[in-house]
């Protein structure tokens, strides 16, 4: 009779041990699932799939202009944190630092630090040597460009044919246009125009920083582009 009872007992602790095991099988499951469910973004597929258009932290729909080729980066915590950003109040502009590099193998390198974890750097946008715009990193989305105002500001890196900085005439007619359209977007004034050197001194964009004139000259150029029709708002 007590080995009847102790073989139920056994059974029955069994039974409780395989259903907590189940339980915690479960649970793990489900927190697995959920973690992968949620897109590391806030957007989901919407922001990442280079439909040629981006959800702005504020959820807006802003379409590109056509001259813009969107190649993201994959989402990986050295190049592409797939953060939202607080709302946009500059445009920091760069130079890549590598003469005569295109816009393309910038971004591949930014792509590649996903793997290497060598640093962390990217940009919203790349400006190329034939006046080409990347876009690396979606509006809404924070790049690693600009150290404290990766937050609340857009980074353009820009390509130059060498170590003095200048930018060739079609990068810097891409790069107007490209500016003008994002001041438009988040109507923004002049003085929300800056280098990477008005935010740490850091001497980015070279030609730009050593020769104040020529940085005047670029902000006032964008603020008098007439802009054509392409990309808006929606
Ligand atoms: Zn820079």
Redesign the pocket.
């Given at each position: 009779m007590d080995k009847i009872k102790d073989r139920q007992k056994l059974v029955l602790a069994a039974l409780v041990v395989a259903a907590f095991l189940m339980f915690v099988i479960l649970v793990i499951a489900e927190v697995r699932q959920g973690g992968r469910g949620e897109h590391p973004n806030k957007w989901g597929a919407e922001n990442g799939d280079d439909t040629g258009h981006d959800i702005d932290n504020s959820g807006e729909t802003v379409v590109l202009p056509d001259y813009i080729t969107v190649d993201l980066l994959p989402i990986n915590e050295y190049s592409r944190p797939g953060e939202p950003t607080d709302e946009i109040t500059g445009i920091?502009i760069?130079?890549v630092?590598n003469p005569n590099t295109s816009a393309q193998a910038n971004r591949n390198y930014f792509a590649g630090l996903a793997k290497s974890g060598a640093t962390s750097a990217s940009s919203n946008f790349i400006v190329g040597l034939e006046g080409e715009v990347i876009e690396c990193v979606p509006l809404g989305e924070i790049a690693y460009?600009?150290n404290n105002r990766n937050h609340d500001t857009i980074s353009i890196?820009c390509c130059h044919p060498d170590e003095g900085g200048k930018f060739n005439d079609a990068t810097y007619a891409s790069l107007i246009k490209l500016c003008r359209f994002l001041v438009d977007l988040y109507d923004l004034g002049p003085e929300d125009i800056i280098r990477?050197y008005d935010v740490t001194g850091?001497l980015?964009?070279v030609y730009y920083v050593e020769n104040e004139d020529a940085w005047h000259k670029l902000v006032e150029d964008i603020f008098n582009y007439i802009p054509d029709t392409e990309g808006a708002v929606s």
């Open positions: 920091v760069h130079y630092g460009a600009s890196e990477h850091k980015c964009p």
